[in-house]
Each structure stands twice: as structure tokens, then as C-alpha cells.
């Protein structure tokens, strides 16, 4: 996973230093809290927070919040949860709402030096003067308006004395511009909305443009990265902070991270927290970060996840079986080995003592030998999965059949005598011997089994639930959906289902947010719906990728 050369926010990062446009490393991560985080931001997150450790710089969070009737306090905390669950802390927290009365001196400064002007046009004609590509846009009827006239306009819309949408402060660059950003862009609109911190004290609410860089600027940042949507945006950035002459950011722009089978727009993913198609933001089915986590993923996983996919100039979408092998790896590390049977079937040892119990050792986790031991009991009694056994099966059948032996993993090598049937024909019961000179871990009988199953005893196994998710949407691009359809009509519909389980009995006692490997099965975590009386686990993801199998 280590990349050997650096990528190109690196290498401008290393020009920049080396050529003295800036002295040191100083980044944000600047969301909008008007939804909680998915895997796109900790992209992002990863990204900035890392440019700034690896040079010893800092990395401030800033919340985007110029857009008062979107933006909750219950996004703001989610969203400071989330960065540090992924690992990170923030030097500084900021809200661009703090720097409002910085912004709204900076525009008047602007008018008066002629660089701004209030307009009286309704939100449609600003677009249609604005022109097109092939068109240039035609200047505003109030352009001309002198930087007096302006100011006291401007005062007046700040102090509410015009309704909303009636007017705007925008700046005055050039309605020719080949880039449509640089045609009088609007700094201020008009907006008598309750904002969640700043309360009732302004009506007019700055842009995205006119906020983003100016924040940046206060700040002190010197590379500001962002995804490639804005880099049409760039020369106004550049715009205002020359026209103001303060300390000026460099902008970089990255692809934004796309998967498949799933949708990263909060826009979308509010969308299926609103209308019920899932149970909430963290619904372990969204690729949000709080679910992601209720599915049972690391922090490690999704960091190299996101180091393992890499900065890219061009967007593409990414596999999610690159993000499912990422758990996978970091969770055969650190997850201790569990023995847990679905959909069980008895297996009888007609030559065990009656009554008998054997504790076997069983290693927690081969990968980590600090993980220790733990004792599992075997009897005459067994359950073991369904799927592991045929009647009658084909010669590359490695599991148990009629007539064949397979390994008990951690037990003994048992052997197929015979089978139990109900009136109806289905097996009941398989009968087997064992062989007590095959005790796992001092074995001299020089046999030799093709196949090791998982088993749990009867009378000592713990029944547990199990939620098994799958992907939430059953095409690879979801948003690309034809006919008149939307996303949700390729939502999967088997995206969940809930099955019984029987665990062994050193289940008992796992917390929530515990993670196990259910041996030859997956990874397994337990939820926090788990009550005293039940454990419930989140299936993370299955051993192997086995979608559309
Ligand atoms: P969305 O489209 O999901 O609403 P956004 O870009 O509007 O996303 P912000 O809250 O503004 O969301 O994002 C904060 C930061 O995270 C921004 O710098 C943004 O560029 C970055 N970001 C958002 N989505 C992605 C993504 N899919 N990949 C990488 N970075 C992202
Ligand atoms: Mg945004
Ligand atoms: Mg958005």
C-alpha cells in the first residue's frame, strides 16, 4: 500500500515551499453541516489532515454554515464525532459564521473602492443577463451605480429595509468573462432565515465564493484542496483575495471519490433518511461514516482505503470491493477467530461417552499471537452449518457426505456412518464416529481430510442475531438512472436480512461495537440494539467477495 512517489498535491505542496510562496503547511476540512459525513469526506478528511502532519503544519475544522436553512446542530456534532472516531483532531474549530462581520466590512470596502454594487435585478434576470458559454452576459442596468449610492444600499439591505430575493451585492468584474463565474458573481443575497448560530442578527448571507476564500484568508491557509468542481471557481478565488490584497490561499483541486453501488451526496443520502428507505444516517447500509462505523468498520480500514485509492486529477469511480477489502485486511488482524453455525443441522457422535465434555484449546487469532487462547467445548452433540453437508455429494465435495470423514476445526476427524430422516424426507440428524486419535493439535494418526468445518456443542452454544447487509443499491451506478426512474428505484431490495445464529459459548460477554471473524464465514459486529437477553452482530462484510455469485 505505500506509495513510492508523490502525487501532485504533494509535489505542488514541495514547489510551493521550496520556491517561498509559503513558509509551512496549513490545510482545513471545510463541510457544510447540512448532513452527516460519508466516504467521500473522509477522503477528504485523510487528505488534508495528512498533508498537514506530514509536514508539521495544522489542519483546522471550519463548518461551511453560510446557508442558514439547511445547516443544523446536529450535523455540526455529528460531523466533529466523525473526524475524531477517524483519527484525527482538529488545531483549530471555526465556523465561517464567525467571520460574517469581517466578511461584511470587506464588502464595503469593496463598493468603495468601486469593485462591488447592489443590484436590483429578481434572481431570474440575474441569470439570464448572466449569458451562456457561447454567450456573453450583459451588463446589470445598476452597474454603474456609484460607490456612494452602493454603500447606502447596502446598508439598507444589511438593516432590512427590502425583501428577500429583492436585491444583491455582487462584484463587478467583467460580464464578458469566457468564465461564467466571473460574470458579476453575487457576494450577498437577501434571506431573513434563523441561522443556528448566529440567530436573527443578519438578513443577508454571504455566497459560497465570496465566504470560502475569505475564510481561508483569516485563516492563514496556505493550500486550500478541494474537488475538482471548483476549479472553475478558481479565478474568483484568486479575484477577491487580490482585489482584497490579503493573504492569499492556493487552491488545489482532487477528483472526488465515487463508488459503486452506492450514492455520496448528502442531498441523496438525506433523501433516504427522510422517506424511511433506510433507518437513519447510520444505518449500517450508508456509506456514512457513522454507519460504516455501526457496520463495523475501522478507522485504519477506511484511512488506507483512502491512501490505497489515491489523489486523482480526473474523476472516476472507484470499486467497492476495494473499500470492503480494506475492512477485511486490517479485521484479519486484529479480530479474534469465533466458531458460530447458521441455519444448524445435528451431528451426533454414536461413539462419544455419554455425557462427556472435552475443552479444546482454540487459537483466537492466528495472525496475532497475543491474542491468545480460549477454550471451546466439545461433546457428543454438535451443530453444524447445513450448507456443510450432502447425502450425497460430488467427488470435489470437501465437505462432510455420507460415507466420508472432514475435520471439526480445533476437535477431532469424524466420520459420516449414517443420516436421521423425518417422515418427509429431510435429514434430521447425521450419525458419525469419531476418531480419538485425531485430537487437533496432537495428532499421530497420519490421517489425512480434505475438508475442516465449524461446529458448535448443542448444549453449550448461545443463539445470537444476525443482521446480514448487502449492498443498498443493486446497480453498480445508481445515480444513473434512465426512464424517468431515480436512484431509489435501484435500491436493493434484499439490502438486509436477519437470520439466527449459534455461537460458541465464549460469545458470551462480547460489547458492543466488539468485532469478530465467524470462522469460514465473515466479520461480524455487535450492534448496539443488543440487549441483555440477546447479542445482536452486524454482518461487516463476508471472508470473500461474493456479490452477484
Ligand atoms: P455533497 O455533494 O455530498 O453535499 P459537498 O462537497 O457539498 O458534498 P461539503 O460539506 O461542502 O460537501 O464537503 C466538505 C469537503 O469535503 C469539501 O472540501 C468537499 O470538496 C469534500 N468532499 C465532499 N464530497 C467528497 C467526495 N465524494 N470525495 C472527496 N471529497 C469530498
Ligand atoms: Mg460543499
Ligand atoms: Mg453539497
Redesign the pocket.
Known sequence: NERTSKHFIEQAIDSDLAGGRFTSVQTR???????Y?????A???C??FGLAQKHSGTCNLRF?DTNPSKEETEYVESIMEDVQWLGFQWDNLHYTSDYFDQLYDWAERLISEGKAYVCDLSPEDTRTYRGTVTEPGVNSPHRDRSPEENLDLFRRMKTGEFPDGSRTLRAKIDMAAPNLNLRDPVMYRIMRAHHHRTGDKWCIYPMYDWAHGQSDSIEGISFS???L??EQHRPLYDWYCNALQIHHPRQIE?????ITYTV????K?LQLVQENHVTGWDDPRMPTISGLRRRGYTPEAIRNFATDVGVAKFNSTIDAVRLENAVREHLNRIASRRMVVFDPIKLTITNWPKGHVEMMQAVNNPEDETAGTREVPFSGSLLIGSDDFREEAPRKFFRLKKGGAVRLRGGYIVDCQDVVKDEAGNITEILCTYDPETKSGQDNSGRKVKGTIHWVSQAHCQEIDVRNYDRLFSTENPDQAKDGKSFLDNLNPDSLSTVSGFAEPAISGAQIGDRFQFERLGYYVVDPDTTAEKLIFNRIVPLRDSWGK
Open positions: 476540512f471545510p463541510p457544510e453541516p447540512n448532513g459525513l460519508h466516504i467521500g469526506h477522503k477528504s478528511i487528505l488534508n461551511d484542496v478541494c474537488t468542481e471548483f482532487f477528483a472526488r471519490l465515487n455520496l451526496s448528502k442531498r443520502l
